[in-house]
C-alpha cells in the first residue's frame, strides 16, 4: 500500500531553520515510528514550508519525505489555496492509494480533502471547539481555523477521532469516523522515574502557558498545600503570546519559591524530566488527547488530570490516573495531595498506566490499527 502523510514540518512553523532533519508533531512521529517497522507500507511524508529547507530523501527505508516551497500568499490568508496546489502535484507524481492529513489546525486536512485521492483527515485539536472557548475574534488565526475545519470535515471520507470527545465533536459533520488514540514515541517506554528520597516531590505541569491550560488556577489551588507541604511545581512550555494570562502567570510563579518555569523543551529533555518528578498535573479546561498524558503513562508517571474533553478516554479514575475538577481548586488541590500522601497508591496508579499504555499506545499498534482504516476506505464502494 501506498500512503501519503501530510503533516506539519516544525521547523518553518516555529521558525527555527536549524538541523537537516524534519521535526512534526510528536503524535505524527510516533505514528511513522510504527510506519517504520511496516516494510509492506510504502510512506510519503509531505510538508509545505514557506522558505527552502535541507532535508534528507528518506526517514526509514519505507518512508520518503518531500519539502514543498509554498509562497507566503499561499497559505491562510487564501485559504491555503498554494498548499492545495502544491500538494496536487505532487501526488500526480507519487500516485497514492490513499492520502492522511494530520491535524485542522493548518493545511494538512484542507490540502488532503482537495488532492484528488482518497483521503482521511486527523483531528488533533477541535479548532471549532478552542475557538468557542477563546472567544475568538472573527477572522482570527483560532476564527478562521475553525472555519476551515467546518468546511473539511464532511468533505473527506473519514475522520480518525483520536478520543470519543472528539467523535462527538463531528457528529453530524463527518461521513465516517474511527477512534483511534495518538502513538507515543517507543523511546518513552523506557524512561523510568529516578526519584531521590533527599529531593522534594516534583509536580511536572506541561503545556503552552494559555488560559485553555489553566496553569494559573492551579498555581493559586496549590498555595494551602503549599503551606504545609515542601514540593516543586515545574512547568515545561513555551509562552505563545505576552498576553495578560501569561503577565499574570509569571507574577504567581514569581512570588512563589516552589514554582518554576522551564520553558518549551525537546524530547530528549523532557524524558530527564519525567525521570525526576513525582507526578504529572494536566489542569486544562480544554483538552482533546494531549500527549502529556499519554508520555507520563508509557514513563510509568503518576497522573493527576482534569476531567475534561477526551481526557476519561486515557485515564479511568482511580485505576490508572486521578481525574479532578478544573474549576474546582479543592478538587485539584486534593488529587495531587493523595498522590503524596499515598506513595503506594500512587505507584500502582503508575503501573496500570504504564501497562495500558503498551496495550493502546504502541506505535505499532496504532501504525496497524491506521493501516485497517485505510484497506476500509480503499475497500468502500464510495
Known amino acids: 500500500m501506498k500512503i501519503v502523510i501530510l503533516t506539519t514540518d516544525n521547523r518553518d512553523h516555529e521558525r527555527s531553520y536549524a538541523g537537516t532533519l524534519p521535526r512534526f508533531g510528536t503524535a505524527p512521529e510516533a505514528l511513522l515510528q510504527g510506519f517504520a517497522a511496516v516494510p509492506a507500507a510504502?510512506?510519503?511524508?509531505?510538508?509545505?514550508?514557506?522558505?527552502?529547507?535541507?532535508s534528507p530523501?528518506?526517514?526509514?527505508?519505507?518512508?520518503?519525505?518531500?519539502?514543498?516551497?509554498?509562497?507566503?500568499?499561499?497559505?491562510?490568508?487564501?485559504?491555503?489555496?498554494?498548499?492545495?496546489?502544491?500538494?496536487?502535484?505532487?501526488?500526480?507524481?507519487?500516485?497514492?492509494d490513499i492520502v492522511h492529513g494530520q491535524g485542522t489546525?493548518?493545511?494538512?486536512?484542507?490540502?488532503?480533502?482537495?488532492?484528488?485521492?482518497?483521503?482521511?483527515?486527523?483531528?488533533?485539536g477541535n479548532m471549532r471547539l478552542i475557538a468557542e472557548l477563546q472567544r475568538a475574534r472573527p477572522f482570527s488565526f483560532l476564527w478562521l481555523s475553525a472555519q476551515l475545519e467546518a468546511f473539511t470535515i464532511p468533505r473527506s471520507l473519514g475522520v480518525v477521532c483520536i478520543?470519543?470527545?472528539?467523535?462527538?465533536?463531528?457528529?453530524?459533520?463527518?461521513k465516517k469516523v474511527w477512534v483511534v488514540p495518538n502513538a507515543v514515541d517507543a523511546g518513552l517506554f523506557q524512561v523510568r522515574p529516578e526519584i531521590d528520597s533527599n529531593r522534594p516531590p516534583i509536580i511536572l505541569c506541561v503545556g503552552c502557558i494559555s488560559q485553555r491550560k489553566n496553569q494559573n488556577a492551579f498555581i493559586r489551588a496549590l498555595d494551602p498545600l503549599a503551606a504545609k507541604q515542601?514540593?516543586?511545581?515545574?512547568?515545561?512550555?513555551?509562552?505563545?503570546?505576552?498576553d495578560s494570562y501569561v503577565r499574570d502567570f509569571f507574577?504567581?510563579?514569581?512570588?512563589?519559591?516552589?514554582?518554576?518555569?522551564?520553558?518549551?523543551?525537546?524530547?530528549?529533555?523532557?524524558?530527564?524530566?519525567?525521570?525526576?518528578?513525582?507526578?504529572?498535573?494536566?489542569?486544562?479546561l480544554e483538552d482533546n488527547c494531549p500527549m502529556t498524558v499519554l508520555e507520563a503513562s508509557a514513563a510509568g508517571l503518576p497522573v493527576v488530570a482534569a476531567r475534561v474533553g477526551g481526557v476519561p478516554d486515557l485515564l479511568e479514575d482511580e485505576k490508572n490516573g486521578l481525574l479532578f475538577d478544573p474549576l474546582d481548586a479543592a478538587s485539584m488541590a486534593g488529587a495531587v495531595e493523595k498522590i503524596f500522601l499515598q506513595p503506594e497508591f500512587a505507584r500502582t496508579l503508575a503501573a496500570e498506566a504504564n501497562r495500558r499504555a503498551q496495550e493502546r499506545f504502541h506505535p505499532a499498534?496504532?501504525?496497524?490499527?491506521?493501516?485497517e482504516i485505510y484497506r476500509e476506505v480503499l475497500s468502500s464502494p464510495s
Open 230 to 242: 515542601t514540593f516543586q511545581l515545574v512547568f515545561l512550555g513555551g509562552t505563545a503570546s505576552e
Open 163 to 174: 478520543t470519543s470527545y472528539t467523535r462527538g465533536a463531528v457528529a453530524g459533520l463527518a
Open 42 to 54: 510504502e510512506v510519503h511524508v509531505v510538508s509545505c514550508t514557506q522558505r527552502p529547507l535541507p
Open 365 to 371: 499498534i496504532i501504525a496497524r490499527r491506521h493501516l
Open 251 to 284: 507574577k504567581l510563579i514569581g512570588a512563589r519559591p516552589w514554582c518554576e518555569h522551564v520553558g518549551f523543551v525537546d524530547r530528549e529533555n523532557l524524558k530527564k524530566h519525567l525521570r525526576t518528578a513525582s507526578l504529572l498535573a494536566l489542569p486544562s
Open 105 to 124: 489546525e493548518r493545511d494538512c486536512a484542507i490540502s488532503a480533502v482537495f488532492s484528488g485521492f482518497p483521503n482521511v483527515v486527523t483531528i488533533h
Open 57 to 96: 530523501e528518506k526517514l526509514a527505508a519505507n518512508i520518503w519525505y518531500h519539502s514543498l516551497l509554498v509562497p507566503k500568499l499561499g497559505w491562510l490568508r487564501t485559504g491555503y489555496q498554494g498548499c492545495i496546489r502544491a500538494v496536487r502535484k505532487k501526488l500526480k507524481e507519487i500516485r497514492p
